[in-house]
């Protein structure tokens, strides 16, 4: 079954609670999204935060993916850019799909309905995202249409002796 995805949910607290159980179930599954194995949801709270804070003060777009349970699946974070020569393109962070969904095809679900989130917003041209080396995410990035334009060696510390590439990737709308 496909998920049911919503661009601007309501913020509150069961929502809050979702899109942290899904971060922490996520990262603890070994996912690359600003935290490594074994992280508390005591731990990810904060960045969620400053993550949901700039969803509520304009900066940030979030995007929900819930399962046939109505539980929240997938996320991902499309923020704008506050530099004015920068405004027609967004960020896209914090990429995730629950590991019980994953290998269903939800990933690229989530992708396609970025893409139609992003375009539906007045004047954005592409999505730019950075994702971290060594798990093989930018060949999944790649099979959704984003081209790698840049990559930064070494620039992710994942722990001592163990830094890995910074990709950036880009989708022209």
């Known amino acids: 079954?496909?998920?049911?995805?919503?661009?601007?949910?309501?913020?509150?607290?069961?929502?809050?609670?979702?899109?942290?159980?899904?971060?922490?179930?996520v990262t603890n599954a070994g996912g690359a999204v600003g935290f490594v194995p074994p992280a508390t949801a005591e731990e990810i709270a904060p960045t969620m935060a400053e993550s949901i804070?700039?969803?509520?003060?304009?900066?940030?777009?979030?995007?929900?993916?819930?399962?046939?349970?109505?539980?929240?699946?997938?996320?991902?974070?499309?923020?704008?850019?506050?530099?004015?020569?920068?405004?027609?393109?967004?960020?896209?962070?914090?990429?995730?799909?629950?590991?019980?969904?994953?290998?269903?095809?939800?990933?690229?679900?989530?992708?396609?309905?970025?893409?139609?989130?992003?375009?539906?917003?007045?004047?954005?041209?592409?999505?730019r995202l950075t994702c971290r080396g060594g798990v093989g995410v930018e060949r999944f990035y790649a099979s959704c249409g984003y081209k790698e334009v840049g990559r930064v060696p070494g620039a992710i510390r994942v722990a001592p002796g163990d830094d890995r590439d910074d990709i950036v990737l880009l989708l022209p709308l």
Do not use: C, S
């Open 1 to 25: 079954m496909a998920l049911t995805f919503q661009l601007d949910p309501v913020l509150d607290d069961d929502l809050r609670a979702g899109v942290l159980a899904l971060w922490t179930d």
């Open 53 to 127: 804070g700039a969803v509520e003060a304009g900066r940030r777009r979030l995007l929900v993916g819930r399962d046939e349970d109505g539980r929240i699946a997938a996320t991902a974070f499309l923020t704008y850019n506050a530099h004015r020569l920068m405004t027609h393109w967004i960020w896209l962070y914090t990429v995730m799909v629950h590991p019980r969904h994953q290998g269903k095809g939800y990933g690229r679900d989530l992708m396609a309905a970025v893409e139609q989130a992003a375009r539906g917003l007045d004047g954005i041209e592409a999505i």
